[in-house]
């Protein structure tokens, strides 16, 4: 199985902050890379996909980047509607496996 | 407007079944790989499995977790997903999302239901 280790587990940052998660792979699994938002008691909702490609209708200051086993989700100026907590999701190979996900609280 | 509504969570005790349905609507249900995916309460989220489409014979995949235990299906003409689970665990107690893949953005979530939770208990 491919695992996926997010760091950090948790950030306390402000509004207007530069915010950076990562996700590192196990095993190289090319761009086969989401990111995913979750507020308490809602489903999740994508961010991005194939690593680097921004949901439609999501706002421009989350990006993503990476290949092959390192991953970075970036949020250029965080907003008061961005606290929540984010998860990455490999699906290169079965089982999927989702990060341990990043809470990200108000500093 | 895509829409995923999932039903059938509850209290069960361990050792026993339940059914989780999904009811799809707004996309071409047909045309879609399926999951489901769980999140145990306060914690993260865990893959439990996928039913491919018919162009790909409905085939299955499975966390080790649930396989055995778990059976995903599916009935296209009533655009509707499910999960029959048996021999359930206190450990298996999560709400339970249903996701459509799409294979057009990297076979990634685009799409989820709100959950319904499902509690093992005695």
């Known amino acids: 199985d491919i695992q996926m280790t997010q760091s950090p587990s948790s950030l306390s940052a402000s509004v207007g902050d530069r915010v950076t998660i990562t996700c590192r792979a196990s095993q190289g699994i090319r761009n086969d890379l989401g990111w995913y938002q979750q507020k308490p008691g809602k489903a999740p909702r994508r961010l991005i996909y194939?690593?680097?490609s921004l949901q439609s209708g999501v706002p421009s200051r989350f990006s993503g980047s990476g290949s092959g086993t390192e991953f970075t989700l970036t949020i250029s100026s965080l907003q008061p509607e961005d606290f929540a907590t984010y998860y990455c999701l490999q699906h290169h190979s079965y089982p999927l496996t989702f990060g341990g996900g990043t809470k990200v609280e108000i500093k | 407007e895509v829409q995923l509504v999932e039903s059938g969570g509850g209290l069960v005790q361990p050792g026993g079944s339940l059914r989780l349905s999904c009811a799809a609507s707004g996309f071409t249900f047909s045309d879609h790989y399926m999951d489901w995916v769980r999140q145990a309460p306060g914690k993260g989220l865990e893959w439990v499995g996928r039913?491919?489409?018919?162009?790909?014979?409905?085939?299955?995949e499975y966390a080790a977790s649930v396989k055995g235990r778990f059976s995903i299906s599916r009935d296209d003409s009533k655009n509707s997903l499910y999960l029959q689970m048996n021999s359930l665990k206190t450990e298996d107690t999560a709400v339970y999302y249903c996701a459509r893949v799409e294979a057009t953005n990297g076979y990634s979530f685009g799409s989820w239901g709100q959950g319904t939770l499902v509690t093992v208990s005695s």
């Open positions: 039913t491919r489409n018919k162009a790909n014979s409905y085939t299955t």
């Open positions: 194939v690593a680097s």
